[in-house]
């Protein structure tokens, strides 16, 4: 699941409007009570996390003792092997949003013509986005072995060269997370483009039509252009999904293996930290994916803004 | 008024429901934490959580235990054990999580020497020594695989070989004499290639989990060496792991791969289902372990199967020596509350019906001098119980520190057997990793030099 | 009149119909396996089951980890979602209807902090759990659920609020009602489908969570369902059909509730887009 899920996509906010006029006297205390266990969740959760992450970072434990040490981790880090592999990784899979994107939309064109029973298609398009990744991984774990399901299909069919070893061979699996990474996006993508392509006006498609546009034409040049905004936070969100929440998939699916080839940031973030006693390269790792998910953010707030002015 | 009088009782009651929902879940949950606090010094009395691994080397130990708990509530019904069974890929990270958190188990297992050690040398484990008596701990084979400091730390349960295993009858069916293994290694590269001219796969591995690119250092890459002091000066610093005596497995291993000797899903599948593959005649040789040889034996397909030493590759002493270890070992965690429970449980696993019970189950031998070999019938297996107890024995995964083990021998080979790492690159990585253990682990590097010297 | 049947339409028909078959088959492909014994998976992989069985579903329920680990899920699982939904439901009032210092500030880091991903938050979380001696108790997980539902719940609540009349609030404000009055009275009821969507959102966000619980909870009594699950294939690697009858037994919930509430999902989602 992850971020996407949790961004409805919203034209009208920028910013909480101002308030209803003539409400109360100012000096109200009441906002405060209401969003006291808020501020507290979010404190404990968030705030605090945040800050001590960043200071670990600048901090290594020997000997029992800590010590400031400056940006030591962050050498270490960029020296690890296992570290740049996983920021490429996590890198590469964003070629994953481009192919979502333009799946869904696709199929998203498809079913806003009217075609029958795309209520249908639209609900079943979208269960692997709901489905937990956990059970998806255990299975695709499966299918996608040497000689699991997949190969077997693939060889039924005369098709050999394609039963390659999907989630075995180094240069292939972070491909395979990448497809099941689509597999399970797909679905979101769908539902977003189609709610955004029918909210549009038809005028303007009926009148291109009469002007003698083929259906192609029609969409290129007057439907796409009217949904690029949703379009643009879409792939703001799928980067975040795609940099930051694989680590079910990679967990169930490789363990981060073969060998170290298809570990991602996340999954690196919580090996250094809970399984090989690291915590400086840990919490340097997060701030790395911080920083990452801090300009999709920046990006994000400034499609949103822009948005607002549209 | 009267709609706000009821919703607003309504609404209290939804509140106060909800809390106390709350409540009694946060009750439940400290229920069974607490118990912990209330140990007495009767050692028969609490509650334990055992954290169990053993089911890849011993198919059938897991059932074991579980019964064998069950027959220890019944003896002692004020105790009540907990058994947790633990993944392979996920053993060493599992317990390192839970020490920080220093809460979980009261008895841990964690693979012998170096993953006992150290956990041991971060005060993480608590003696043996002192909670058992002498009398007791003599009696178990394969202590000095978990002795520092002039104390035993951990226990072992089984004694496990690994031994080279090769199927008769494919062997046959290849034109090979099926009455011996290969002895050498030209005589094992020869014998794989007619085996896959026959269509047959040669080795058959799983290395999902990593283990086998750490089984190949113990079972090849040693040979080269004359002592195990020779490897612990590698992660000791005083020797570099690129030179070839220390690395020159990895090229082995490589060739292997290139020459397409090895399983095709080698890198996709997990070592047990590798072995079930193995078992129904699917290649002709692997490496396995007793207890899986014991379950294949149990299972009538004994006659199919040859077992004997690792072709011999190397000139080195150790060449001579045969793969066996207690593999893995049980302790007690330096946190748990409950040791002299965990101490009086982990005693009775070595009383002499337990032994035999685990003999006549799994058909693993068990890591205690009381157990009588007699017992031993099996062609096969009494085989592999004259291996397991010749003089000289080792397992050299054993002495890596962890962090090299899992993040080095393990996934770089992994790396290797996928394709993407040649055997060269293989070979400056694992150095890396062993300089990078030594850079991030100053204290356990500082330790471990010093045991080594000792 | 003459029913032409395009060309087009059929192609794009065979197409669509394909994706919905790629979307579906692997879950389909647990279920089926779900449903043979071992021998019959070995001989058969791809094929639908003869004889189905149910022995895999009775051996995982009756294994005393499986249950205990729904259980668990299902209670962190509604504790968080609602717990998290009566926490925003107030904050968004306040951000909609009310006047307070820092409210602009507040509301952008609630924004950001919707897209933090939780890996970074962990090892300190795990840290404070660890000195108030909550690990392996759900409490921790629970915290850092309600935690991390939040900002996307206030979001959401925010964004729906909005289209609340103000008259009614003024009116409700003549009649004397204080502000918990009038949200609990007036605003609480009209948001109600848009608090019924969040917690499906929620629910399902916890229920699939795998990393937190993982972490938190080790202890086979404490342990969730997703984390079990990854254990219990580590355990039953070589008994495919056991262990995709527990993935199935995880996935049946949701099914239920996407059943139940695929039209509050597709609207929830969607809240917003256009006019």
Redesign the interface.
């Known amino acids: 699941m992850g971020p996407a899920v949790h961004t409805t996509v919203d034209r009208t906010i920028v910013a909480p409007s101002p308030p209803v006029k003539g409400r109360r006297s100012r000096g109200d205390s009441w906002p405060y009570v209401f969003i006291l266990p808020m501020v507290v969740c979010l404190g404990l959760v968030f705030a605090y996390p945040l800050i001590t992450v960043i200071r670990n970072s600048f901090y290594s434990t020997s000997m029992g003792e800590t010590t400031f040490s400056g940006l030591e981790n962050y050498r270490s880090l960029f020296q690890d092997p296992v570290f740049m592999t996983s920021l490429f990784n996590s890198l590469k899979l964003l070629a994953v949003v481009p192919v979502v994107t333009v799946v869904a939309m696709t199929i998203a064109l498809m079913l806003y013509e009217g075609t029958k029973g795309w209520r249908a298609y639209r609900l079943m398009v979208f269960v692997p986005y709901i489905i937990p990744a956990t059970a998806i991984g255990i299975s695709f774990s499966y299918l996608l072995q040497q000689n699991g399901i997949l190969n077997i299909t693939l060889r039924g069919l005369s098709l050999d060269f394609l039963a390659l070893d999907w989630i075995g061979n180094s240069n292939i699996v972070l491909f395979s997370i990448g497809g099941v990474l689509v597999w399970t996006q797909l679905g979101f993508g769908v539902v977003v483009f189609t709610a955004s392509l029918l909210s549009l006006p038809r005028e303007l498609s009926e009148a291109a039509a009469i002007d003698g546009a083929t259906r192609w034409q029609t969409n290129r040049l007057v439907v796409l252009p009217q949904v690029r905004g949703t379009v643009e936070f879409f792939l703001v969100l799928q980067a975040i999904q795609v940099i930051a929440w694989t680590f079910p998939y990679v967990y169930v699916l490789t363990h981060g293996g073969p060998g170290n080839a298809s570990s991602v940031m996340d999954l690196y973030v919580w090996r250094y930290a809970f399984q090989y006693s690291s915590p400086g390269l840990s919490s340097a790792a997060a701030v790395v994916l911080l920083l990452i998910s801090g300009v999709l953010i920046a990006i994000y707030t400034r499609l949103r803004a822009k948005q607002g002015e549209r | 008024m009267q709609v706000n009088h009821i919703w607003r009782s309504k609404r209290r009651l939804a509140f106060a429901s909800a809390a106390a929902v709350f409540v009694l879940i946060l009750g439940a949950c400290s229920g069974s934490s607490d118990q912990g606090s209330q140990a007495s010094g009767d050692p028969y009395t609490g509650s334990l959580t055992y954290w169990f691994w053993g089911e890849s080397d011993v198919p059938g130990s897991t059932a074991w235990m579980q019964a064998a708990v069950s027959r220890y509530e019944g003896l002692h019904p004020g105790i009540h054990i907990e058994l947790v069974p633990q993944a392979t890929q996920t053993l060493q990270g599992a317990f390192q999580t839970a020490a920080q958190a220093k809460t979980g188990p009261d008895i841990a297992m964690q693979w012998a020497t170096l993953p006992v050690l150290t956990p041991v040398w971060r005060g993480q484990v608590a003696p043996l020594t002192g909670l058992i008596p002498e009398s007791e701990l003599s009696q178990w084979l394969n202590t000095q695989e978990n002795t520092y400091q002039d104390k035993v730390w951990a226990m072992p349960l089984y004694l496990l070989g690994v031994p080279f295993v090769w199927n008769k009858e494919l062997f046959e069916k290849a034109g090979l004499d099926s009455t011996h293994g290969p002895q050498t290694w030209d005589e094992f590269l020869a014998d794989c290639a007619k085996l896959k001219a026959a269509g047959i796969t040669p080795i058959t591995v799983g290395d999902k989990e990593g283990a086998f690119g750490s089984w190949f250092q113990s079972v090849v890459g040693t040979q080269t060496l004359d002592s195990i002091e020779e490897l612990q000066a590698v992660y000791a610093g005083k020797a570099d792991f690129s030179d070839p005596k220390y690395s020159g497995y990895l090229t082995r291993l490589a060739e292997l791969k290139d020459k397409g000797y090895l399983s095709s899903d080698v890198a996709s599948v997990e070592a047990t289902q590798a072995w079930q593959n193995f078992a129904q005649g699917k290649g002709a040789m692997t490496w396995a372990t007793d207890g899986n040889v014991a379950a294949w034996v149990k299972q009538g397909l004994g006659s199919k199967f040859g077992v004997g030493k690792t072709p011999l590759v190397g000139t080195g002493k150790l060449a001579q020596y045969y793969d066996a270890t207690q593999s893995i070992s049980a302790f007690i965690t330096s946190w748990s509350a409950e040791k002299a429970q965990a101490a009086a449980f982990l005693t009775w696993l070595h009383t002499p019906e337990n032994l035999t019970s685990w003999y006549t189950t799994t058909g693993a031998f068990p890591a205690d001098k009381r157990f009588d070999p007699s017992v031993v019938k099996d062609p096969v297996m009494a085989q592999l119980y004259k291996l397991d107890t010749l003089p000289n024995q080792l397992w050299a995964e054993n002495y890596a520190p962890p962090q090299v083990d899992d993040q080095g021998l393990r996934t770089v080979a992994q790396a290797l057997l996928a394709g993407s790492t040649s055997a060269s690159d293989a070979t400056s990585q694992i150095a890396g990793i062993i300089k990078a253990w030594q850079t991030q682990q100053p204290d356990d590097f500082k330790t471990y030099a010093k045991w080594a010297e000792g | 009149m003459i029913r032409r049947i395009k060309i087009g339409?059929v192609v794009?028909?065979a197409?669509?119909v394909l994706?919905?078959v790629?979307?579906?088959y692997?879950?389909w492909?647990?279920l089926q396996?779900s449903l043979k014994t071992n021998a019959a998976y070995e001989l058969s992989?791809?094929g639908l089951p003869i004889h189905s069985t149910a022995s895999n579903y009775l051996q995982v329920i009756r294994s005393m980890a499986v249950p205990r680990w729904a259980w668990n899920s299902l209670?962190v699982t509604l504790?968080s979602a609602?717990l998290s939904t009566a926490?925003?439901l107030?904050?968004g009032?306040?951000?909609?209807?009310?006047?307070?210092r820092g409210?602009?500030t507040?509301?952008?880091?609630?924004?950001?902090?919707?897209?933090?991903?939780p890996?970074?938050?962990?090892?300190?979380?795990?840290t404070?759990?660890?000195n108030v001696?909550l690990?392996?108790?759900?409490?921790s997980v629970i915290?850092?659920y309600?935690?991390?539902f939040?900002?996307?719940s206030?979001?959401?609540i925010?964004?729906f609020m909005?289209t609340i009349p103000?008259e009614l609030?003024?009116a409700a404000?003549m009649d004397g009602l204080?502000?918990?009055?009038t949200?609990?009275?007036i605003v609480a009821p009209l948001t109600s489908p848009a608090l019924f969507t969040l917690m499906l959102?929620n629910i399902?966000?916890g229920?699939?969570?795998?990393?937190i619980a993982?972490?938190f909870l080790?202890?086979?009594?404490?342990r969730t369902l997703?984390a079990g699950?990854?254990?219990f294939?580590?355990?039953y690697?070589?008994q495919?059909p056991l262990?995709?009858a527990g993935?199935?037994l995880?996935?049946v919930p949701?099914?239920l509730l996407?059943a139940f509430g695929?039209r509050f999902?597709?609207k929830?989602?969607?809240?917003?887009?256009?006019?």
Not at chain 3, 93 to 100: M, N, S
Not at chain 3, 106 to 117: D, G, K, Q, Y
Not at chain 3, 207 to 211: A, F, G, H, T
Not at chain 3, 218 to 222: E, F, G, M, R
């Open positions: 339409s794009k028909h197409f669509l994706v919905c790629a979307s579906l692997p879950i492909f647990i396996t992989p791809l209670i504790i609602t926490i925003a107030p904050a009032y306040a951000f909609v209807f009310g006047r307070f409210r602009s507040l509301f952008n880091s609630n924004v950001a902090f919707m897209v933090i991903p890996v970074v938050l962990l090892a300190p979380i795990f404070v759990m660890v001696h690990i392996n108790r759900l409490p915290i850092f309600v935690g991390l939040l900002p996307f206030v979001f959401f925010t964004n909005r103000v609030l003024e404000r204080s502000p918990f009055g949200l609990r009275l959102v399902i966000y229920w699939n969570e795998l990393l993982l972490v080790q202890d086979d009594k404490s997703m699950l990854s254990v294939q580590g355990r690697v070589t495919q262990v995709m993935s199935f995880s996935i949701i099914l996407y695929q999902f597709v929830g989602l969607t809240a917003g887009i256009g006019k």
